[in-house]
């Protein structure tokens, strides 16, 4: 029974034609994306500026502020420029963890291909963040210290951090669905049920340390060369 089942969302196939495959991972990263963008309409059709606000406008301003306290306070810096971004993957991440709970739904979180694109996206927002902020010369500037001889050492970590985010949200997520299936097939009803919740809450802080993690790598790279802004400012070598 337990070889019969199917882990991760990449092996249900819904269609093929030639090299054209449409797997779940696809369809529920589409169902996803369509329940946040629907949603997000839906809250913020109307809004409003006086004192006077929906209950889903005080949550989404809830959720927001709480976006930008995270985001501040690892970065030290004005969150502004960040949390779109952050807050995008925190969202989607945790969504897609949620909806586990449905019949039928197959979390995308499970499949290292959507891992492995979320840390891609990581990957690429670092550096343009960085050189956003200091310049394609002062972010450039950090891989050389503290001689050029570390360059190729920096670039290694770099690539590294970012397969060692997108194996550890996929590790945790699958992990989760090969436990949960072994109890099905071995206990009785309430145990998968729980380790269901269980799930869900690893849901939710697996989308947060994701999220976070993101945000200490792109602070890492503003904040340096912020230093070294203020260093140049005050007419100290780094």
Known sequence: MISQIQISPDQIIFWKSGFVTLNATIVFTWVTMAILVCT????TRNLSSTNEISRLQNLLEVLVSGIRDQVRDVCQQDPTPFVPFVGTLFLFIATANLLAIVPGYHTPTSSLSTTAALATCVLCAVPMFGVARCGFRGYISQYLQPSIVMLPFNVIGELSRTLALAVRLYGNMMSGTVIAAVLLAFVPLFVP??????????????????????????????????RSASANHLGIKT
């Open 40 to 43: 997000s309409l839906f809250v």
């Open 193 to 226: 049920i729980a380790m269901q919740l269980l799930g869900l809450l690893t849901g939710m802080i697996q989308a947060y340390i994701f999220a976070i993690l993101a945000m200490v790598y792109i602070a890492s790279a503003t904040r340096v060369q912020h």
